[in-house]
């Protein structure tokens, strides 16, 4: 499988001799795997623990070649290979599980705390259930629609719209939530939803009305951009900041 980023910060590189107790993440730049990307990074920089990372070219089709498809038969990113060697998918699971696997980051509520632990569970979904899935539909409604047929183009049209609004409608509960609960989405401290949404929010920057539109949120993404670890990320990804 190629990569196609140097080796950095001592992070062993998939095609490199590497130990199987750590994590390897393979993704590809600016997509669902900034999240799990952003949590590794962090979990680096508090704890000296080294992972593997291998950035795959979509456009050369990466995720469509046999090794690929042997650890997600969908050919999607993010892959996360956990240290026994098993691979796990979808973006918000890898992220729950980097948050609760490493505590030490405080990235996850104390199982004592039960409602804080229990709306820590909600943000996730509702991040990817909700925000997520309606994005993608907003930014790339053929994919629900396939066709070019004048009929389907309207379709493709209406469903696009349809999600914007209902995109637009989340973030601005989002945006009162941390007006009135935050700065964070779980009040004081910073944990992975709010890692998540900024992931999200990155890819929401052309909507007619930006998630920065919202003050709150806006405040939320200034302090998650200042993050070491996502300017880290962002550079090993080759990506523009600010994050979102």
Not at 32 to 54: C, D, K
Not at 90 to 103: D, H, K, N, Q, V
Not at 130 to 153: F, Y
Not at 211 to 227: E, G, V, W
Request: glycine share 6%; hydrophobic share 40%.
């Amino acid at each position: 499988m190629p990569s196609h980023t140097p080796p950095s910060r001592g992070h062993v590189m998939a095609n490199q001799p590497g130990s199987s107790k750590e994590y390897h993440l393979i993704t590809a730049p600016g997509t669902a795997g900034l999240a799990p990307h952003i949590l590794l990074e962090m979990n680096y920089e508090m704890n000296g623990a080294a992972y593997q990372l291998t950035l795959i070219n979509l456009r050369e089709g990466d995720q469509k070649k046999p090794d690929f498809l042997k650890l997600n038969p969908l050919g999607r990113v993010p892959v996360l290979v956990l240290p026994n060697g098993d691979p796990m998918v979808e973006s918000a699971a890898i992220t729950m599980t980097l948050a609760r696997s490493c505590p030490s980051m405080n990235l996850i509520p104390p199982t004592s705390n039960e409602t804080q632990y229990a709306y820590w569970d909600q943000w996730l979904v509702f991040l990817t259930n909700s925000v997520q899935a309606d994005l993608m539909i907003a930014k790339r409604p053929e994919r629900l629609i396939p066709g070019t047929e004048p009929e389907q183009l309207a379709a493709q049209k209406a469903a696009s719209a349809g999600a914007t609004a209902r995109v637009e409608n989340y973030f601005n509960v989002i945006g009162e939530h941390l007006k009135d609960h935050g700065p964070y989405m779980l009040g004081d401290a910073i944990s992975a939803p709010d890692i998540y949404l900024a992931m999200v929010c990155r890819w929401a920057r052309e909507l007619p009305k930006p998630p920065r539109t919202h003050q709150a949120i806006a405040n939320l993404l200034d302090k998650i951009d200042a993050l070491p670890a996502v300017k880290a990320v962002l550079k090993q990804e080759g990506l523009e900041g600010p994050l979102a």
